[in-house]
Each structure stands twice: as C-alpha cells, then as structure tokens.
C-alpha cells in the first residue's frame, strides 16, 4: 500500500515513511498511526480487568459516536481488545492535490481497500476513484493543463511513477527502478516531474522529462531529501532534507545548485507546497508540539501557524488562485482531506463526512454482523465480517431501510423501508439477492422479529389505528393480529422456546412491559408502576425478562421473573441507564449509562453485584450486543 508522507524525528531519517519505501507494505494507516505515536486500537484499548474467569474474552458489539462519525465497535466485557468494526471503511483519505483550474481535487483514499487515485469536486462532491488496479495507487499530481495525472504505483510490484489521462484512462509506466519512486510533481511548463526515489540506497529528489526520459538526481548525498514541489516560475524545488540532522525545507535550483536552507527549527519540517505568486510557501511542522499546516515567505521568513488542533496535519497543497489550502488530516482519528482559507479559517471538511453505523447484529454463528448505514447518501442495509472486513451493501435504493434482524439459521435478513412509499417489513438473503416486500398496508409496520425456529416474524402494524402486535409467516403469508388493546403495543421479543412475546404496551395508559403467548393467550402484566417501562429483553432460559423502567424517577434497568414477580432494580443510580441485553449464558446485562461524564457501556451481573464500566469514551454509546459464540 502507499505510505502517507509523515516525518519522525526519531526515525533517524526524518520522514517515517522512509522505512516502508523498501518493501511498501506499509498502509496509510500504519504510518500515520506510527507518526501520531500510537496504533489507533492500542490508543484506545483498555487495561484488562484481572480475572481467572473463562468468560473474559466474550465479546459484544456497539454504536459508539466517538469520532464525527457514528460507527460501531466490538469490545469483551471487561473493556479490552476495543476494535472499530465499521469505521474501517474510508478511513485514510489525504494527499490532495488541486486541478489547475481549482474545480477539482485529486487525492489518494483507501476506502475500498487498496490505495485508489480519486478525483472530487472542491466542494467535496462527486468522489470519483480513477485508477482501478489491483495495487496501491497514490500521491496524485495534476499535470499544468490539466489533462494528465501523474501517480506512484505498486501495480507491477514495486512503487513507479506512472502517467494517466485525468480520467484514468491510457495510463503509462515513466520509471522502472530497483528503489520505490513515489511523490511526483510537474514543473509549471509541463515538459519535466520531480520525484522521489530510493533507487541509490537513500532517498533523492529526481528529475526526469515527462516522457520518463532523461531521469538524474537533483542532489545525490547520503541525506534523506522527499516532497519536491516546484516553484511558480520553475526556476526552483523546494524539499524536505535531514542533511542537518532533522528534516527542514529547502530550496534549489532546477539543476541542483544554489542549495538554501529555508527553515531551521529543531523540530521537523516537511511538505513544502508554493502559493501560485511563488511568495509563500506553507508547509508542516511539529515545533509546537503537535503536526500543524504553517505558511512562510519563500525565504523562510515571517512564519505563521494556520491550524491547531488535536490531531495531525500535513500535505498542504495551495488553490490554484491562492485563496484556499487544502491538507490532509488526523483530526477525528481517520486520515480525511480539509479545505481552509489561506489564512486558517473556515475549515472544512471534503472526504468522510460525518455518517452513522447503527444497529448492529450478530449473525447466529457470531461470524458476522448486520447493519444500517448512510455513509451512501441514505440509510441501507449492510453486512461485516466480525473484524470488520469485507463490509458490503445489501440494498440499493432511494428509501430508508432500517433495523436489520437476522433469521435463526442465518441465511435472511428481516428489516424495514419505506422504499415503496411508507414503513413495511421486507426480508433478503444475507448476499443481498432475493429482495422480498413480506408486507403491504397503507400503514407503517415496523419492528420485525424472527421466532426462534424460523417459521414466523412478529412486528407492529398501526393499520387498525393503534399500534398493535401481527404474526406473519416468514414468506409474509397468513397475517394475524396477535393484540388488541387501546393505546400502542410496540417492539415484540420472542421468549426463547417460541411460545410468548414480550412486548411495549400502552393499555393501562403509561407504558409497560406485558407478556402474551404466541396463540394470543395469557396475556399478563409486568409489575406495572407508574413510570415508563420499555425495552425487554428475554433471559437466554427464558425464566425472565430485564428493561428500563422510570418509575423511580430516571430510567434503570430492572429484572423480573416472567410472571412479573420478583422485580429487582439491578443498576440503581442517578444517571440514566438503558438498552439492556443478556449475556449468553445469562449470568450478566450489558447495558447503556450516562453515570458518568459520557455516555458508556456498562455490565452487571444479572442479580445486580459486580458492576464494571466496559468503555470510557468522551463521545457516547448505545446498542450493545453479545456475540454468539463462533
């Protein structure tokens, strides 16, 4: 994969991409972590909790809003082994680079796996990938006219220098060297690309034509010398070197002379990039502490730092009139590509904008998870391995499909859309073929549910009026209203064995939790209290239920045996707690509180002992769920 262009004073060679040049194996995402001082997951994992117990590693899935985004993550029960799952799409956007025009930005992305070449709009509109092979394609450089891209790529084994039409068509392979060559950048008039390359052992700036004739070294010394960019008139190069010990900016001369050293900081600096006017040069900096965007005269002169943030920020790439800076950036944890003003204000970002990853669910087997998304424009349904890889879209349409629920054998999905109009239940194959409308009322039917063997699905209907409890067959033949009671009954969870459901109700005119058989039988009353009960969930014996009641005043999660008799109160607290889920071997609820300064993940063991916080995050949770085991 393609190495993102991040420096390290520490690596010894100023620039900690120099260390994957060799093999270029090394994705964007493994250097920019190793540049920020941390793998992403080890960032954020958890110190185990001591324990001796076999049930340490069990593991469960939820909606976490701890980036711009809303993703869902996989924990165990102790707060360890903290993945992201579905946010491993789109992470590494960066390395823009501006049409001479400035209608445009080309840029290198990872989000469908292998590093791409992608063209957008400068607003961030129509991302288009234009380089299709299997290999690593990146660091993207318009040519002057604009009708060429010049790129880095691994397609033939090793890391080259090829050319392309700007729609990715005819591309051309330029060098063919035992040394990685990557970053190129054309020289104002066109007729020469600037590169670099580790052809001689060490990193060089080259210059070749632009046909891949005639290919030199501007500069052949021991120093590690990267990011050439040509100045305006293409008269000079300016560069990152170590030659001093740490990586500044320098410039020189087309044919190598007159070597300048233009910033002299103990720090590293690195990416310089050229304003149209040739007057300033911005360019990357860690001297206070953090990887910021800077901009400077071209003598190294009046140096100003034009954003601050938490995360890192390198690869500026000015507009073509010089009124915007494009870079790339770590800010919300994932490498995405930003816009501002040449003075730092209003930044705005291009690629990954903020989406939500919402109700996971766990295939019978554990080996994967279903879920909904909008990272397409509107919410569909998706499917994910359990690490997270081989993320796939089921359906494709212009409506919202929503709530995924596994069948028991694992080979449908039940959801909801209203593709065609209004809320119905529709059913898929868990490849996404045989896309099947189970419902067809004029009123909303929502909430589908998989009995334990498979026959029948339950949901809520409103077509009555109120919201009531249905049985279909799973083919969505042979309908039956199940309840028939004054207010809404909503949100049906079958009991293990098949024979009752547990439902929300509001009959007795606040909301409860009730129970009816599956014939329509027994109906009966969970220890109803003033005070709103929602949310059951069935214990895997089926002997009990536990959900979220109010009636002491804020939501906790209560559990009681089927009858209704023995209530308990197992999360007491002043916070609110909610989304209760049972363990597999019912021995623990996993649940939802904001007891703290964030919402977090918390469990429980099932008689209310032995709390433990599972994550600690600034942003919030929700939807836990245990996975079953492989």
Sequence with gaps: MIPARLSSSSAGTGRLSRLFLSTFTAGLVTVFAAACGADDDEAIE???????????????????VRSSRVEIHRVNRFGSGLVNLSGRAGWTNSHPDWSPNGNKLAFTSEREGSAGVYVMNADGTGQTRITKDAGADGFPAWSPDGGSIAFASTRDGNSEIYVMRAD??????????????????????????????????????????????????????????????????????AFGSNREGNSDIYTANADGSDLVRVTNHPADDGDPSWSPDGSRIAFYSDRDGSRDIYVMNADGRAVVQVTRGDGTYFAPAWSPDGSKIAFSSSQDGNLTILIMEADGSLVTRLTDRPFSDLSPAWSP???????????????????????????????????VDSRPVWSPDGNNLGFES????????????????????????AAADFAPAWSPDGSLLAFSSDRDGDSEIYLMRSDGSEVVKLTNNLGQDEFPAWSPDGSRLAFESESSGDRDIYVIGADGSGLTPIAIAPGRDTSPAWSPDGARLAFVSERGGNPEIFVANADGSGLADVSEDVGADFDPVWSLDGKYIAFVSDRGASRDI??????????IRVTSDRGGEEAPAWRPSP
């Design 365 to 399: 087997d554990g080996s994967r998870l279903a879920f909904e998304s909008n990272r397409d424009g509107n919410s569909e349904i998706y499917i994910m391995d359990a690490d997270g890889s081989n993320q796939m879209r089921l359906t494709d349409n212009g409506g």
């Design 168 to 237: 990715g068509s005819e591309e051309r392979r330029l060098t063919d060297s035992p040394g990685a060559d990557t970053f190129p950048d054309w020289s104002p008039d066109g007729s020469r690309i600037a590169f670099e390359s580790a052809r001689a052992g060490n990193v060089d700036i080259y210059v070749m034509n632009a046909d891949g004739s005639d290919q030199r070294p501007l500069i052949a010394e021991d120093a590690v010398e990267f990011a050439p960019a040509w100045s305006p008139d293409g008269k000079r190069l």
């Design 418 to 441: 209203d593709r065609d109009g209004n809320r119905e239940i529709y059913s898929l194959r868990a490849d996404g073929s045989e896309v099947r409308r189970l419902t067809n009322d």
């Design 46 to 64: 958890r110190t185990p909790r001591p324990t001796s117990s076999p049930i340490a590693a069990e593991e469960m899935a939820f909606v976490s």
């Design 602 to 611: 918390f469990t429980v063991n099932a008689d209310g002992s032995d709390l």
